[in-house]
T-cell receptor
Framework: DGGITQSPKYLFRKEGQNVTLSCEQN?????MYWYRQDPGQGLRLIYY???????QKGDIAEGYSVSREKKESFPLTVTSAQKNPTAFYLC???????????????FGDGTRLSIL | GNSVTQMEGPVTLSEEAFLTINCTYT??????LFWYVQYPGEGLQLLLK?????DKGSNKGFEATYRKETTSFHLEKGSVQVSDSAVYFC?????????????FGQGTTLQVKP
């Protein structure tokens, strides 16, 4: 079955520590995304990548970093500069990033990050 | 810029009741419209979509019609079940914004009681 795999499902971070969230897709999609979801709220875009070896900041990129060295992988690092990292993180992918395309984004099951 | 507004929740219904979750959008051009559903502790799943005016998306008993004249994409279901309890997100993509980003509404929580 094709899909998006996020790991781990739960992650705990100590103060001052960087942590990396994994996102892998086997859908052969060009575009990938990271969102943050806080309790009772909608989704906010952190970073996105239109194609391998390329990525752009979203609406709340401060304190986060990403890489896109392989088409299927888009890891997110939550750095110590992110002062309020406790949230639910969702990774998504889509066939393309063309505005005229009606192709939806497909989502993983998320990683819940908490501060110890 | 483009935006999506959903009715505030939570929406609480009894089983077998009729459901409407309102969604209106602001966008120029002809965006594609989507409804996603999020069950507790999970990611988002695409529920249905519509890509042009007067299109009706449908799936699992849910329906939504793309109304350009009222810039709306309201979600409806004739008879809800307890298993439909979830958060529902309306979203749009494209139009004249010239970006492949999805613009989400804030989500509407549905609680269905037996």
């Amino acid at each position: 079955d094709g899909g998006i795999t996020q790991s781990p499902k739960y992650l705990f971070r100590k103060e001052g520590q960087n942590v990396t969230l994994s996102c892998e897709q086997n859908l052969n999609h060009d575009a990938m995304y990271w969102y943050r979801q806080d309790p009772g709220q909608g989704l906010r875009l952190i970073y996105y990548s239109q194609i391998v070896n390329d990525f752009q900041k979203g609406d709340i990129a401060e304190g986060y970093s990403v890489s896109r060295e392989k088409k299927e992988s888009f890891p997110l690092t939550v750095t110590s500069a992110q002062k309020n990292p406790t949230a639910f993180y969702l990774c998504a992918s889509s066939i393309d990033f063309v505005s005229e395309s009606n192709q939806p984004q497909h989502f993983g099951d998320g990683t819940r990050l908490s501060i110890l | 810029g483009n935006s999506v507004t959903q009715m505030e929740g939570p929406v609480t219904l009894s089983e077998e009741a009729f459901l409407t979750i309102n969604c209106t959008y602001t966008a120029t051009g002809y965006p594609s419209l989507f409804w996603y559903v999020q069950y507790p502790g999970e990611g988002l799943q695409l529920l249905l979509k519509a890509t042009k005016a007067d299109d009706k998306g449908s799936n699992k008993g849910f329906e939504a019609t793309y109304r350009k004249e009222t810039t709306s994409f309201h979600l409806e279901k004739g008879s809800v079940q307890v298993s439909d309890s979830a958060v529902y997100f309306c979203a749009l993509k494209g139009g004249s914004s010239n970006t492949g980003k999805l613009i989400f509404g804030q989500g509407t929580t549905l609680q269905v009681k037996p």
